[in-house]
């Protein structure tokens, strides 16, 4: 059964930095679309980050020179560095792994890590 596993979310101050990580069992990173979603409440999801095999990445505005994220294909892992968080940034965060050819929203899911930014 393939299962997705974020970690790393937790309550910060607004400025602070947040690592969080998705991990992978049974699918194979180095083939798929990956991405980083969150949701916020009463808000729908929305698309933080996604890179596709070749490692080509592409940023939201919202968080573009603030967020990095970076792949292991070998290890069927993902993070996601946040940096200078802002109140905005609070919502559950999502990993997704999908096929090239899937649509948007399609594919897997993790279970999400809450991330809290407040002062």
């Known amino acids: 059964q393939v299962q997705l596993v974020e970690s790393g979310g937790g309550l910060v101050r607004p400025g602070e930095s947040l690592r969080l990580s998705c991990a992978a069992s049974?699918?194979?990173?180095?083939?798929?679309?990956l991405g980083w979603y969150r949701q916020a409440p009463g808000k729908q999801r929305e698309l933080v980050a996604v890179?596709?095999?070749?490692?080509?990445?592409d940023y939201s505005d919202s968080v573009k020179g603030r967020f990095t994220v970076s792949k292991d294909d070998p290890k069927n892992t993902m993070t996601l560095q946040m940096n200078s968080l802002e109140p905005g940034d609070t919502a559950v965060y999502f990993c997704?792994?999908?096929?090239?050819?899937?649509?948007?929203?399609?594919?897997?899911w993790g279970q999400g890590t809450q991330v809290t930014v407040s002062s």
């Open positions: 997704n792994a999908r096929r090239i050819w899937e649509e948007e929203g399609l594919g897997y």
């Open positions: 890179v596709d095999p070749r490692g080509n990445i």
């Open positions: 049974r699918i194979a990173f180095a083939v798929l679309r």
